[in-house]
């Protein structure tokens, strides 16, 4: 399993690097370009006006790399790998359809209502599979039956607390990967930042199941054809790792929905079928962090008429501050750095 990670891994990689240059070339010359006008505020819209006529879609580059190591390398009839693809092509087909719309009317693409209850359906969804169809839960111990687990939340540093959710569980996948998501997408506002930060909690995940088992590291919950979900977890990171070095301050083309929507879910799925959830949580807490700013900043409004930040999300706030836009990234960009390790040694007292 490890070697076929490593392998997924360098695949990604490279695809995304070395078609990704042409990939720019290819959308540039069709115009498939970022407009910097997004009508949200016309403060943002100077402050991002250098960013007119870049590049997007990159998202398109990111799921292609993805696909192309999964394929290579692993094991198709794995029923967990066939519903990760699965979910994310579904997410990647939303996001291109948003993004596609925004480009041929240079106005909003579909409306984030609609967005949302597509991603939450189809969540759903993929929670009612799961909870029907449950994942094969095994702990080091032994001391439990396999399908007792599936509908299990695992907190790290408390092997005792084992939280049995029932038909809970289709709620909680919902919440993971639709949140997971939306996270990645709100936080998809500054050159690299959404990438490195996926690429942050991402990364977290992939070491901690990778070191699994090893003498004096964690001891995790271990789901029967989880392999089959590493592969494609670092796969992911791979993709994610080539196409930050398009997308890092000065930006070469953007993700956009394309890439965003899919890339978060992924991750979302990803924890839940490695029953890491409140790992992801931890390392990707910067990317929580986003999405919380602004639901705070909606409901603040709506409830009381005033707005608690200058700007949501969150990363917009700073740079009304005056904070330029390489610090604020660097600066989110360390914090996201600082949970992951956090998330590490969370997990280090973590023994079954």
Not at 28 to 51: I, T
Request: glycine fraction near 12%; aromatic fraction near 10%.
């Amino acid at each position: 399993m490890k070697l076929r990670a490593l392998l997924a891994f360098i695949s990604s990689l490279f695809f995304v690097l070395a078609f990704g240059r042409w990939f720019i070339g290819f959308v540039a010359a069709r115009r498939v370009v970022e407009s910097s006008k997004k009508g949200d505020s016309e403060r943002l819209d100077q402050m991002h006006a250098h960013k007119e006529n870049t590049p997007t879609l990159g998202g398109v580059i990111v799921m292609a790399g993805v696909v192309f190591s999964v394929a290579v390398w692993a094991r198709l009839e794995n029923r967990l790998v066939l519903l990760f693809l699965g979910y994310m092509i579904a997410l990647f087909l939303l996001g291109f359809l948003d993004d596609w719309k925004k480009l041929k009317s240079r106005r909003k693409g579909l409306g984030a209502r609609a967005k949302f209850l597509f991603q939450a359906a189809l969540s759903l969804l993929l929670g009612a599979y799961l909870y029907l169809f449950p994942l094969e839960v095994n702990l080091s111990s032994g001391a439990q039956a396999p399908e007792s687990l599936g509908a299990c939340l695992f907190v790290p540093g408390c092997p005792d607390l084992t939280l049995q959710l029932g038909a809970g569980f289709v709620f909680l996948v919902a919440l993971v990967t639709t949140g997971s998501s939306n996270a990645v997408n709100l936080s998809d506002g500054l050159d690299g930042l959404a990438a490195g930060l996926c690429t942050l909690a991402g990364g977290t995940l992939l070491l901690v199941t990778l070191l699994d088992g090893q003498e004096g590291t964690v001891s995790l919950p271990r789901v029967t054809g989880g392999d089959g979900v590493v592969v494609c977890l670092s796969a992911l990171v791979g993709a994610g790792l080539g196409f930050l070095g398009y997308n890092r301050h000065p930006a070469k083309i953007f993700m956009g929905d394309t890439g965003s929507l899919p890339w978060g879910g992924a991750l979302g799925l990803a924890a839940v079928l490695l029953k890491q959830e409140i790992l992801l949580l931890v390392a990707g807490g910067v990317l929580a962090l986003e999405a919380v700013s602004v639901i705070l900043q909606v409901a603040s409004y709506k409830l009381r008429k005033k707005r608690i930040f200058l700007c949501a999300p969150l990363h917009h706030h700073f740079q009304f501050k005056g904070w330029p836009e390489r610090k604020v990234t660097a600066v989110f960009w360390t914090a996201g750095a600082l949970l992951a390790l956090f998330s590490l040694v969370l997990l280090s007292c973590w023994r079954y």
